[in-house]
């Protein structure tokens, strides 16, 4: 069994920052993670993604430059640091752990999804 649980959503102001943290449990946890992001009436897209090393990484154009992903190994945790955040950036946040087959912005290619933390940030 899986488990995969966020946290560290809240309030910002645009050119705030937030760190979001997912602690995965279970076989897949030992394997990539990822961070996505939805917000109502529109697809759930991906944001980056980690290697199990962390030696790998990537990341949306919409991100790039911003957003760092990284992970602890001892903890179980990846984590999402979101700096000059801007109100596009609006959205429930997922973490996702068991990728299969597929690109890894597609929702599909991912097994296992925590509940989702929100991110609002106000201009």
């Known amino acids: 069994q899986v488990q995969v649980v966020e946290s560290g959503g809240g309030s910002v102001q645009a050119g705030g920052s937030l760190r979001l943290s997912c602690v995965a449990s279970?076989?897949?946890?030992?394997?990539?993670l990822g961070w996505f992001r939805q917000v109502p009436g529109k697809e759930r897209e991906g944001v980056s993604c980690i290697s199990w090393s962390g030696d790998s990484t990537e990341y949306a154009d919409s991100v790039k430059g911003r957003f760092t992903i990284s992970r602890d190994k001892d903890k179980n945790t990846v984590y999402l640091q979101m700096n000059n955040l801007q109100p596009e950036d609006s959205a429930m946040y997922y973490c996702a752990a068991g990728l299969k087959s597929g690109g890894w912005q597609w929702r599909g290619s991912w097994n296992y999804w925590g509940q989702g933390t929100q991110v609002t940030v106000s201009s």
């Open positions: 279970g076989s897949y946890s030992r394997g990539w």
